[in-house]
């Protein structure tokens, strides 16, 4: 049947006439994101909510490096180096996607930088934020092994590799996802060499260049890897955490359940379990469209719903910037220790306290040179007697 170029879509039914002037209807997808609808939330995106999210998570993430580089508990335990690098690629994801979002106010600042810039990132800004996705998800896990570690086997603990080598396994990690992740920089460079598409490039998936062969396999297998099999390893360890952590705390001495050291232990399964689980709930849209995509291969970026997979794509790129933006309150604000730390950071010291700490530090000095005198008081009455005593052994042997 022959149709016009006009057709209607309401709700799930699209009705279309063809030339004899027959209406007839057929099914929509049930998931459709309009194009009018995807600009508009890109622009939204791009304009308010990207820039603020990564502004506000660089501030929050600086301030929570300070505090964390003020433990005095960070150089004696490895899980605070993972903690400080995971919040290091986290500024890294967010100082580049404010820098992608305002591309546009580059350009119209200086034409000729902001051109560059905007093949720049056409070619790199997915290459980019794969890498430091990988980092993320990676960190996550080794630091639920090394929790999961820490509380199956307290003693020796300290001896595995992710206790002593964390500064390497980070450098290999890092070495490892930028050498893995080259095939898709190159299809990225090719994508933005080619003919442009239809479609803007959006950075998270670029348009497939004409060798598919190779391509397909490796994206297929990327997304095993990141959407499927890193969520689920993350959430199945941090299970088996939890019921370690339970068992742990359940059979314990009421005597050792006060000590310092456990409440740092504590404090740091929860963070580790807080961050992993934000991870998880925040990944959710991208497993569903490329779930999605594994279901009906219409919703590819090439394919019919190209808008509704770009739509969800951008959308786990906010929800991914929002994950990177909370470290500050997941690791400082839950953690009362970390609060009191961060207050006597920003909070200036008033006349009283000055005054308070001038006296304390003026008794202490008092104190301490009156146990010096005294020492030195007790330690010359020490020396007067034995003095004294060999005076009169010397007297006794002379007088025989």
Known sequence: ?????????????????????????????????????????????????????????????????????RDPNNKRQSVYLYLISLMAFDNAFLGFGFLFSISDKIEDIDPTFGNNFRIFAAAFRGYIFFILKHMTAILLIVMSA?????????????????????????????????????????????????????????????????????????????TLILYYAAPLFILLLNISIVVVYRRVVTNKPEE???????????????VVLGVAFLYILLTLPNVFIHT?????????????????????IDLGDILAQIYAATDFFVYILVSKRYRKVFTSMVRRPTVSSRQTSSISRNSSTRKSTVFATKCSMKGSTQTASTENTEIAVASTTSDN
């Open 1 to 69: 049947m022959a149709l016009t170029e006009s057709s209607m879509e309401f709700m799930d039914i699209v009705f279309t006439t063809d030339v004899y002037g027959t209406t007839g209807s057929t099914p929509s997808a049930w998931l459709n994101v309009s194009p009018y609808v995807y600009k508009q939330f890109k622009s939204i995106g791009n304009s308010i909510l990207t820039p603020m999210i990564c502004l506000l998570g660089l501030a929050g993430n600086i301030v929570s490096i300070c505090v964390l580089q």
């Open 146 to 222: 090394e929790r999961w570690s820490s509380l199956v086997f307290p003693f020796t603990v300290k001896r595995t590799w992710l206790s002593k080598y964390p500064r390497s396994i980070v450098g290999i990690c890092f070495v490892i996802n930028v050498v893995y992740l080259i095939p898709f920089a190159r299809f990225e460079i090719l994508s933005v060499q080619e003919p442009v598409n239809k479609t803007e490039l959006n950075g998270s998936m670029p348009p497939i260049p004409a060798s598919t062969g190779f391509f397909y396999t490796y994206v297929f297998i990327e």
């Open 256 to 270: 050792l359940k006060k000590h310092s050291k456990g409440d740092n232990q504590k404090r740091i399964t929860l």
């Open 292 to 312: 999605l995509i594994f279901i009906d291969p219409s919703y590819n970026i090439q394919g019919k719903y190209e808008t509704t997979f770009m739509f969800f």
